[in-house]
């Protein structure tokens, strides 16, 4: 895919000529880190095609899933790390195969000022961030576990486009900051209620899920 094609509509003439520039393309694999805790930034992903799964690190080594980039969007948290100069505090990686665009850190500050649709892009992103994970906040205090499982399934569905998820007990645990153990449980309740059909490393969403 030509980063035109997938961009071109977000960003002025002038950008696009810069990103285009100093920017290169990076391809990644299902499951490989893009950003990892703790890394110091030296580029800024711009999803072109794909899903990217951004997670924290909880205080007990668990990990938390934030939210998902899909093509057109950049990471609110990486945005963050490369204006403070901080390390990433954040771990990103490819829920499927996905292209994007990597721009060096150095030109986000001088297009804040210099471009207005940079700048719109940014606080596009970081608010739609912030509601996202306002609303996974939201999830959390006020619906059980159980409610919440649903909803990711359902979100990993929409995502992806399939009925047939390749996720494991232990990584819907993860993500949602729970035990396998509990999440085995719900998920056989599922099934028994007629919802889903459970394989190894496999979930198939059924019609009245």
């Known amino acids: 895919m030509e980063i035109t094609e997938s961009i071109k509509d977000l960003f002025e003439p002038e950008l696009m000529e810069e990103i285009l520039a100093v920017g290169k393309k990076k391809t990644a694999k299902e499951g490989e ?3 990892s805790i703790g890394q ?3 580029f800024m992903p711009i999803v072109l095609q794909g899903t990217l799964k951004v997670s924290m690190m ?3 080594g668990r990990e938390m899933l934030m939210y998902y980039l899909n093509a057109n969007e950049g990471c609110a948290m990486s945005f963050t790390c490369c204006m403070q100069e901080a390390k990433s ?3 990103a990686v490819a829920e499927e195969d996905v292209e994007m665009w990597m721009i060096p850190v150095e030109y986000m500050d001088s297009w804040m000022h210099k471009y207005p649709s940079w700048k719109s892009f940014v606080m596009r992103t970081m608010q739609n961030r912030f509601f996202e994970m306002l609303r996974a906040l939201d999830m959390v205090v006020f619906n059980g576990l159980d409610v919440r499982l649903s909803n ?3 979100e990993k569905s929409k995502i992806s486009g399939k009925t047939v998820l390749n996720v494991s007990h232990e990584e819907i645990a ?3 900051a729970s035990s396998r153990v509990v999440i085995s449980r719900l998920l ?3 099934e028994n209620d007629g919802k ?3 394989y190894r490393n496999q979930i198939k969403l059924l019609k009245d899920f």
Do not use: A, S, T
């Open 33 to 35: 880190v893009i950003i």
């Open 40 to 42: 110091r930034l030296l």
């Open 58 to 60: 909880q205080p007990d």
């Open 89 to 91: 505090e954040i771990m």
């Open 152 to 154: 990711y399934l359902r």
């Open 174 to 176: 993860n993500d949602l």
């Open 188 to 190: 056989k309740k599922l």
């Open 196 to 198: 889903v059909l459970l």
